[in-house]
């Protein structure tokens, strides 16, 4: 059996009583990072029984190997922290498994997602989940002239990295659209910006940050 296992986005504290009893009776954990893994479980004094990696590099080979176990154990799956397979690697496990009827099943916790529209000072009936823009320049670009078309609500990510360039383009691509800013959510940090692009820009304090956007939809 395969369980997919929520984990804390920021304070520590948020994971369920739930994914705890699942990570201390797992035969096995897979991760993207056993450090990151391993650091939140023994804050809870859990020790996994065995580590196995899935992260962007794994092959198909890789993950056949990780379908086999799930066949013959009680299995959990972890991101570095929110929900696995959400914009994280994991949705070929689940591809693979499916197609071998093996039980897959979810244990709900912290979600950047719900969090952001969580935070919204207008009601979302419904948006465009863009997630991740294309870092390469030219796709990026044909990127942002298809969403200045889009007149639904979006919800935007990026690297932490991209925090301002993320902000500048949309000053430049979405100058008369509202957005929300949500920073380093669940962390001591926490910010959340409201208002136009260039008003956000302003009040930026942060040069990197876990973040995530939602352009409301334009009227």
Not at 85 to 94: A, E, H, M, R, S
Not at 123 to 152: C, M, Q, S, T
Not at 189 to 203: A, F, H, S, Y
């Amino acid at each position: 059996m395969l369980t997919l296992i929520a984990t804390p986005i920021g304070r520590t504290d948020e994971i369920t009583l739930r994914s705890l009893e699942l990570l201390k009776t797992a035969d096995v954990v897979i991760c993207e990072s056993t450090k990151e893994t391993s650091k939140l479980l023994k804050s809870f004094d859990i020790r996994a029984k065995k580590y196995e990696v899935l992260d962007e590099h794994s092959t198909s080979e890789d993950v056949l190997e990780l379908c086999e176990i799930c066949k013959e154990q009680n299995v959990v799956l972890v991101s570095d922290c929110g929900t696995p397979n959400f914009c994280d690697p994991g949705f070929q496990l689940v591809q693979a498994c499916r197609k071998e009827n093996i039980k897959i099943q979810s244990a709900l916790g912290a979600s950047s997602l719900m969090g952001l529209i969580s935070l919204s000072s207008e009601r979302i009936y419904h948006f465009y989940f863009k997630g991740f823009i294309p870092a390469e320049n030219v796709a990026r670009e044909k990127e942002w002239l298809n969403l200045k078309k889009n007149k639904d609500n979006i919800i935007l990510m990026d690297t932490p990295y991209r925090l301002k360039k993320m902000v500048d383009e949309c000053c430049l691509h979405l100058a008369d659209r509202k957005i929300l800013l949500t920073l380093n959510l669940s962390q001591d940090d926490e910010t959340v910006l409201e208002g136009t692009p260039l008003k956000i820009k302003e009040q930026l304090k942060f040069d990197k940050a876990e973040f995530m956007i939602l352009v409301y939809a334009k009227s």
